[in-house]
């Protein structure tokens, strides 16, 4: 069975620094394509980052800000934000691609299975 949890969310001061990660079971996590997404009350799920065999990408509103990376074990994938602001906020959740082929995309219509989401808050 395919299971995506997430984790290490909660209060962060403007211009801090949180680490969430995304733990993966029920397939091998270092063939999928993987994706961070995040959405805020009243809008719509928008893609973060996502890595590939290939590479990772980030959406403009986090490049530079945020880092996606896999563990050396391959079971994790991290998701290191920095100089979060307070429209970083959101629940983040990470999601399993279809496909192990080809670069990532910020697409969510692209992935199959999702984690239960972990709560960024931003705030003074």
């Known amino acids: 069975q395919v299971q995506l949890v997430e984790s290490g969310g909660g209060l962060v001061q403007p211009g801090g620094s949180l680490r969430l990660s995304c733990t993966a079971s029920g397939f091998t996590l270092e063939y999928f394509k993987i994706g961070w997404f995040r959405q805020a009350p009243g809008k719509e799920r928008e893609g973060v980052s996502c890595i590939s065999r290939r590479g990772t990408d980030y959406a403009p509103a986090v490049k530079g800000r945020f880092t996606m990376s896999r563990d050396k074990a391959k079971t994790t994938v991290y998701l290191q934000m920095n100089s979060v602001k307070p429209e970083d906020t959101a629940v983040y959740y990470c999601?399993?691609?279809?496909?192990?082929?080809?670069?990532?995309?910020?697409?969510?219509?692209?992935?199959?299975?999702w984690g239960q989401g972990t709560q960024v808050t931003v705030s003074s």
């Open positions: 999601a399993k691609d279809k496909s192990i082929w080809g670069v990532c995309n910020l697409g969510p219509g692209e992935y199959d299975a």
